[in-house]
């Protein structure tokens, strides 16, 4: 248990249906990422947010729609996916200090496996 | 951020020791190498971090050389539960939350009885 949960932890769905990802974590961290991992891929960032404003999009498809209403929540919404967005989903936090030199480790979530039929 | 190599896979015996290379012959003075590893189907997890000094926690000891285009990542007593993907990330150690982790295709390590 790394303190970040996601929820669901399986999901599949048909390319017209919306949908959505949750992610929560009550570390007290204050920036939240979204990676996405397809089979035998690395993970690719997707979604920075730092105290809930989106700080980094990585040119991901609009299909895509992330949501941070506060520190402690994480949203993915899908809506239109295709086949070939089926991967491992995962959210990871991080508390930034007040010392610009000092590293937080990323802690990660278990993943949300989504299968696009 | 320096690019890193290391093997697609490793073999180790269960009990032996671990010795994860990683090549990062770009490394910059300002940058860090960090070590994750990802068990199957979970999210990745923090091992151990450094900069140019060699680091040891209870999960795993960090040796970097002098000259910081290597380092070694070593798990003194590999067990079954340490069969994973691990990652070796160089990345300036900035306190912004847009210096997140990229990660490459690390290496697979097997830990047999």
């Known amino acids: 248990e790394t303190g970040v949960t996601q929820t669901p932890r399986h999901l599949v769905m048909g390319m017209t249906n919306k949908k959505s990802l949750k992610c929560e974590q009550h570390?007290?961290?204050?920036?939240m990422y979204w990676y996405k991992q397809s089979a035998k891929k690395p993970l690719e960032l997707m979604f920075v947010?730092?105290?809930?404003?989106?700080?980094e999009n990585n040119s991901v498809p609009s299909r895509f729609s992330p949501e941070c209403p506060n520190s402690s929540h994480l949203f993915l919404h899908l809506h239109t996916l295709q086949p070939e967005d089926s991967a491992l989903y995962l959210c990871?936090?991080?508390?930034?200090?007040?010392?610009?030199?000092?590293?937080?480790?990323?802690?990660f979530g278990p993943g949300t496996r989504l299968t696009v039929l | 951020d320096a690019k890193t190599t290391q093997p697609t896979s490793m073999d180790c015996a269960e009990g032996r020791a671990a010795n994860l290379p990683c090549n990062h012959s770009t490394i910059s003075g300002n940058e860090y190498v960090y070590w994750y590893r990802q068990i199957h189907s979970q999210g990745p997890q923090y091992i151990i971090h450094g900069l140019k000094n060699n680091e040891t926690n209870e999960m795993a000891s960090l040796i970097i050389t002098e000259d910081r285009k290597s380092s070694t990542l070593i798990l003194p007593h590999a067990t079954l539960r340490d069969t994973a993907v691990y990652y070796c990330i160089v990345r300036v150690a900035r306190n912004q939350a847009g210096t997140a982790l990229i990660f490459g295709k690390g290496t697979t390590l097997s830990v047999s009885s």
């Open positions: 947010y730092s105290l809930e404003e989106r700080v």
């Open positions: 570390l007290g961290h204050n920036a």
């Open positions: 990871a936090s991080r508390r930034l200090a007040g010392d610009p030199s000092s590293y937080n480790e990323q802690f």
